[in-house]
């Protein structure tokens, strides 16, 4: 009965803006890491954002670090990003996805899909040029 939403895609222009939020039921959401995933079409799921459960650590890709920003609001049960600077390169499908749970202080791959549990179905973000 987990279930993560994504909102908040869209059309819009390079150089344009646009924030994505996933809100998550179901489970213990202030206990996991949240990470944003995109996969355009023809390519392989890849990574871009990843924050901590506590909010205080962040991670990003680098074709996106400078650009995106992850957040989080626990109260709300709900991750964020908020994408700045817009590319026609960032046009993807944007899944959100929970870290499995694990004891705290292992070290995982942020990268690889197989360490996240539960996935939001996607939201469309199209940038245009």
């Known amino acids: 009965q987990v279930q993560l939403v994504e909102s908040g895609g869209g059309l819009v222009q390079a150089g344009g803006s646009l924030r994505l939020s996933c809100a998550a039921s179901?489970?213990?959401?202030?206990?996991?890491?949240m990470a944003w995933f995109r996969q355009a079409p023809g390519k392989e799921r890849e990574f871009a954002a990843r924050?901590?459960?506590?909010?205080?650590?962040?991670s990003y890709a680098g074709s996106v670090k400078g650009r995106f920003t992850i957040s989080r609001d626990n109260a709300k049960n709900t991750v964020y990003l908020q994408m700045n600077s817009l590319k026609p390169e960032d046009t993807a499908v944007y899944y959100c996805?929970?870290?499995?749970?694990?004891?705290?202080?292992?070290?995982?791959?942020?990268?690889?899909?197989?360490?996240?549990?539960?996935w939001g179905r996607g939201t469309q973000v199209t940038v245009s040029s």
């Open positions: 996805a929970s870290v499995g749970p694990r004891t705290g202080g292992t070290a995982y791959s942020i990268y690889d899909v197989a360490n996240y549990d539960y």
């Open positions: 179901g489970l213990a959401f202030s206990t996991r890491g």
């Open positions: 924050i901590s459960w506590a909010g205080d650590i962040t």
